[in-house]
């Protein structure tokens, strides 16, 4: 008798990249599974849980490489990442051989994103001020968007006083900006990053990425640019200012700031403020009372019971203010990161 016997094997269909991710969502177990769902979209969600409700029995040898392959492309991203496609890809040749190597980039630059200006994040902030600065102040914004807040604020801080506040303005004001255009302002800085294949738009920008960027610039910088931006928009300067400080970063402020502060605040105030901050916080505030008032403190929130939220958030946003405007004045001073003390 001719043909396959009936209970030959057949040939083991290859496995797609949807089923490839139930099989890992399974093995990682539910708590993993949640966490990582959380991050998805609804569509994303149903399709992985139709995947998954498919799923009969997962073959061991299907689970390994599904499993090896994820750690693979992970450690690919992770080269990727610290030192570009080209250094990844030497490192794996290295590790797992040319064709295996190659394999892995190839499917992790078609179906997963890159952060465009990848190239440039790898660039002394110097090299890249005068690479870009005679850019449009919107070419700068989308750029300075995609840098690490570090390297964006040693940018600003250097770009020329009247297109500081513009390029703020900008960024504040960003939201989502399409491949095309990335794609283009690329090309027009000659330079390729990886493939930006992957058709969805790529957020960047917003209100909290030029707080993070303004957070880690010079004072002088900063104050030029709020000033300004609250000449030109003061609903968008305010929304900054208020995630500029947040109450708790109240612990960088030195003790006899911190008892300058005090001075000014309404106990009402501090104790509604006090309600919802870590105990790191609350340890720094009763440090500089005397015992007296830090031992009235306590007693206070204690007996005020459950707040709001919103109250809280108030009475905190009070302090901050209060902290900024002793700052302007020249009497207290907010430490910054990667700011030298100065004494003048």
Avoid at 309 to 317: M, S
Wanted: aromatic share 4%.
């Amino acid at each position: 008798m001719s043909g396959v016997k009936p209970n030959q094997p057949k040939h083991k269909e290859e496995l797609t990249g949807k089923r490839k991710a139930a099989i890992f969502l399974v093995s990682m177990g539910s708590e993993i599974a949640t966490q990582i769902f959380n991050n998805l979209n609804e569509q994303e969600i149903e399709t992985l849980t139709w995947e998954i409700a498919r799923l009969d029995k997962i073959d061991s040898a299907d689970r390994d490489m599904v499993l090896q392959e994820f750690q693979e492309m992970m450690m690919a991203q992770d080269f990727i990442s610290s030192g570009g496609i080209e250094y990844a890809r030497s490192l794996l040749e290295n590790s797992l051989g040319s064709t295996k190597a190659t394999d892995i980039i190839n499917r992790l630059t078609s179906s997963l994103k890159t952060r465009p200006f990848d190239f440039i994040r790898r660039t002394d902030p110097q090299n890249v001020l005068n690479f870009i600065q005679q850019e449009h102040p919107q070419t700068i914004a989308l750029i300075l968007a995609y840098l690490e807040p570090a390297q964006a604020s040693q940018i600003l801080s250097q770009l020329p006083q009247e297109k500081q506040t513009d390029v703020s303005r900008r960024i504040a004001t960003m939201d989502r900006t399409s491949p095309e255009i990335l794609r283009e302002v690329e090309r027009v800085l000659d330079k390729k990053l990886s493939s930006l294949s992957a058709e969805d738009y790529t957020s960047a920008g917003g209100v909290d990425s030029i707080v993070e960027i303004l957070n880690l610039v010079d004072r002088t910088t900063e104050k030029y640019i709020i000033e300004n931006l609250d000449e030109e928009d003061p609903e968008l300067a305010e929304e900054i200012k208020k995630k500029m400080f947040v109450f708790e970063d109240i612990i960088m402020l030195d003790d006899r700031a911190i008892q300058r502060v005090l001075r000014e605040v309404d106990n009402n105030e501090l104790v509604k403020a006090l309600k919802a901050v870590d105990a790191e916080v609350q340890e720094k505030i009763f440090r500089n009372m005397s015992k007296r008032q830090a031992m009235t403190l306590k007693e206070d929130m204690e007996y005020m019971g459950p707040t709001r939220r919103k109250d809280v958030e108030d009475a905190q946003q009070k302090i901050v203010s209060t902290i900024r405007k002793l700052e302007d004045a020249g009497e207290i001073v907010i430490a910054r990161s990667g700011e030298e003390d100065a004494f003048v």
